[in-house]
């Protein structure tokens, strides 16, 4: 099993940065896809970006192309997310998912999720 924790969610104006972190523990040897989604109430879960533990292979979400940055520690066991230029709209709980093979932007895909962090955008 594999157990992830997210933070570094908060209030932030438009056009500010943040950086989410997320902690995993237990069998993380076994992450090989860690991935960021979001999702606000009433919506489906989105795709924002992830990261493969081998090759180090990314995917971002047009809607974040060019100003969200994902990265991984594997010897710490963390995956980052920096955020640059929020908007209004990135306003969301996001949420930290992993998954045991290389897998892509489905959701339904991953494995392992964390409980979220918000992250709120003030216009």
Do not use: H
Not at 11 to 16: E, M, R, S, T, W
Not at 53 to 70: C, E, N, P, Q
């Amino acid at each position: 099993q594999v157990q992830l924790v997210e933070s570094g969610g908060r209030l932030v104006q438009a056009g500010g940065s943040l950086r989410l972190s997320c902690a995993a523990s237990g069998r993380t040897s076994r992450i090989l896809t860690m991935g960021w989604f979001r999702q606000v109430p009433g919506k489906e879960r989105e795709f924002v970006s992830l990261i493969t533990s081998i090759g180090g292979r990314t995917v971002y979400a047009d809607s974040v192309k060019g100003r969200f940055t994902i990265s991984r520690d594997n010897a710490k066991a963390m995956g980052y997310l920096q955020m640059n230029s929020l908007k209004p709209e990135d306003t969301a709980v996001y949420y930290c998912a992993a998954d045991s093979e290389i897998t892509g932007s489905n959701p339904l895909a991953y494995d392992y999720w964390g409980q979220g962090t918000q992250v709120t955008v003030s216009s």
